[in-house]
């Protein structure tokens, strides 16, 4: 089957609070994600197989040259098999091309492999206040 990534792509609510919940280990919400990606966001690049929304990621930004990605996510059936990376790769792909100089990410450390390895993220200190 095909796989097509799609920047700022139309989805359904249902089926990416259903993903979302898959991915995260937490039930079903009723999340507006298109209010919030259209309030705070750059973009998000959604993947297709077929009908179904099989991978996500959200890019947020400052309105300058600092993008972040969050909630990055692939469909359990299609992990590892380089979908979130290639997620991952358009999102910086968009970001440059809206002239952001930085794409951020933080994770938790099982992640290491996937955003180090995969994706190219290069580590770098930062810092975090839990609130």
């Not at 590892?80 to 938790?108: I, N, S, T, Y």
Request: with cysteine.
């Amino acid at each position: 089957m095909t796989i097509t990534y799609q920047w700022r792509g139309t989805f359904d609510n249902a089926a990416l609070n259903a993903l979302h919940a898959e991915g995260f280990g937490h039930s079903v919400a009723e999340t507006d994600w298109r209010t919030r990606l259209e309030r705070h966001s750059l973009g998000w690049v959604c993947a297709w197989e077929e009908s179904s929304l099989i991978g996500f990621v959200n890019v947020v930004w400052d309105g300058g040259v600092h993008a972040f990605i969050l909630d990055t996510v692939v469909a359990r059936h299609r992990r590892a098999q380089g979908v979130g990376a290639a997620l991952v790769a358009a999102a910086a792909c968009e970001a440059r091309a809206a002239k952001c100089e930085w794409l951020h990410v933080d994770f938790e450390e099982h992640l290491r492999p996937f955003y180090f390895g995969a994706c190219g993220f290069k580590e770098t200190a930062a810092g975090l206040i839990a609130l």
